[in-house]
């Protein structure tokens, strides 16, 4: 069973940058497809971003392509989301995830495994 341990967040102002991290536990990592969702105040959780197992494909929500990057480490276990030009409406919580299928990336219940989830805010 695959732990996720996020690392990350806080609060930055519009315009900044930011950096999540998601450090595995298992050495099998790299057979996951992994992504990034993240939960707006009082909406439901949204797809941002997805990549496969060797991190050489990268899916991304029209609402952040362009701003973010997903990537992964598999050596260290470690998947990332670098967030540049950040806007109020990207506050949201945002959970790291992890699935064996590796189909159906963009729909939150494929993935079994968790982040416990980073609180990011930007303000104007």
């Known amino acids: 069973q695959v732990q996720l341990v996020q690392s990350g967040g806080g609060l930055v102002q519009a315009g900044d940058s930011l950096r999540l991290a998601c450090a595995a536990s298992?050495?099998?990592?790299?057979?996951?497809?992994v992504a990034w969702f993240r939960q707006p105040p009082g909406l439901e959780r949204e797809f941002v971003a997805a990549?496969?197992?060797?991190?050489?494909?990268?899916y991304y929500a029209d609402s952040v392509k362009g701003r973010f990057t997903i990537s992964r480490d598999n050596a260290k276990l470690t998947m990332y989301l670098e967030m540049t030009s950040l806007q109020p409406e990207d506050t949201a919580v945002y959970y790291c995830?992890?699935?064996?299928?590796?189909?159906?990336?963009?729909?939150?219940?494929?993935?079994?495994?968790w982040g416990q989830g980073a609180q990011v805010t930007v303000s104007s």
């Open positions: 298992e050495r099998t990592f790299s057979v996951y497809t």
């Open positions: 995830a992890a699935q064996l299928r590796g189909d159906d990336y963009t729909t939150s219940s494929r993935y079994t495994y």
């Open positions: 990549t496969g197992r060797t991190g050489e494909d990268e």
